[in-house]
């Protein structure tokens, strides 16, 4: 027996902090050791000195959203609105859709999660407001799209914790999927009257990181309703207003409930020995092309991310 393993399944359900990063903004010893300092005393709520650590590591360089963002959160823990607010500009001048995905975002970014319905949110939103209207963002959309985001992720952000401590057969877990279910449909309802409206609400009308909902919905949703809006999410993402990996993700999901082969080898099964492999891909030898015209990864590396080693089946 095997269970599907799907690609948009996060791997490690953040609950607290997020870990350490692996990139940074410039290869400087001094810079990476002053990031990580902030970071650590940031994962420890010491608000000063990680404030410190960041002013240090921004006048070595301040090229990271991710970063300067983080600074904000820490200025407006230690109680400094007007540098946090300073600083969440130039998360926004230095990269908008990282610093909206960072803000947003309750599995990427969860050390937020604590001040997401705080007055730190109202900075935040005057802000995006400004950049907003210099973009031509549709304000109302936008705020519908992003309630639609939030409850899609809220009860999806406690599925590793309630698995962990309640175990996968628990009235816990049933609970929370049943609820997941039930704001599921009632999203996809929403979206479906803005697709109506609106065509599909993609980056052009709300935002790069928004964009990406209404596809997020759908696959969410089962397959035939995927089917029906497979020709519009397509459009979308040929006119840049979602991401093309999106519809590798969907594509290959189709396909696989369909008993066909994927074409870009996002889907993962397990065995019921917890052995994972890909599901069967069409043209395996140019899987690789397919996945980077969509801007995917060596497959090879994707299939670390879920603990496996890939090995071609010469098909």
């Known amino acids: 027996m095997k269970t599907s393993l799907f690609a948009w399944i996060i791997l490690c359900w953040f609950t607290t902090i997020a870990p350490c990063q692996t990139t940074y903004a410039t290869p400087d010893t001094a810079y990476i050791q002053a990031v990580e300092k902030a970071l650590n005393y940031l994962q420890k709520g010491q608000c000063q000195p990680c404030l410190n650590a960041y002013k240090k590591a921004f006048l070595i360089a ?13 200025a407006y823990q230690c109680g400094q609105s007007e540098l946090a607010k300073t600083y969440i500009q130039q998360a926004v001048t ?3 859709s990282i610093a909206e995905e960072t803000w947003i975002d309750y599995q990427s970014a969860p050390e937020f999660n604590l001040v997401r319905w705080s007055s730190m949110k109202e900075l935040v939103q005057e802000v ?3 950049k907003d209207t210099q973009l031509g963002i549709n304000p109302s959309l936008k705020s519908q799209i992003q309630a639609i985001y939030t409850t899609d992720q809220q009860p999806r952000s406690r599925v590793d914790s309630v698995m962990r401590v309640y175990g996968q057969n628990s009235p816990q877990w049933r609970q929370l999927w049943q609820g997941i279910h039930q704001v599921d449909s009632i999203n ?11 065509g ?3 980056k052009s009308l709300v935002g790069a990181k928004l964009g990406n909902t209404a ?12 089917e029906k809006y497979l020709p519009i999410l397509q459009k979308a993402a040929d006119q840049g207003e979602m991401q093309k990996t999106n519809m590798a993700l969907l594509t290959d999901r189709i396909r696989v409930y ?3 082969k994927q074409l870009y080898g996002t889907q993962v099964k397990m065995e019921s020995t917890g052995q994972k492999s890909f599901d069967a891909i069409e043209d395996e030898k140019n899987v690789n092309k397919r996945r980077a015209e969509v801007g995917l990864g060596p497959i090879e590396e ?5 603990g496996f080693e890939y090995k071609p089946t010469g098909n």
Do not use: N
């Not at 301040?62 to 820490?74: D, E, I, V, Y």
């Not at 996809?188 to 609106?198: M, P, R, W």
């Not at 994707?302 to 879920?306: H, M, R, T």
């Open 94 to 96: 230095i990269d908008y």
């Open 200 to 202: 599909y609400p993609g």
């Open 188 to 198: 996809l309802g929403k979206v479906e009257q803005l697709i109506q409206h609106y």
């Open 62 to 74: 301040q090229r990271s959203a991710l970063s300067t963002m983080r600074a904000a959160l820490c």
């Open 302 to 306: 994707y299939a670390k991310q879920f």
């Open 215 to 226: 596809w997020l919905i759908i696959q969410h949703s089962p397959v035939a309703i995927q």
């Open 258 to 260: 369909k008993g066909q």
């Open 128 to 130: 995006f407001a400004k």
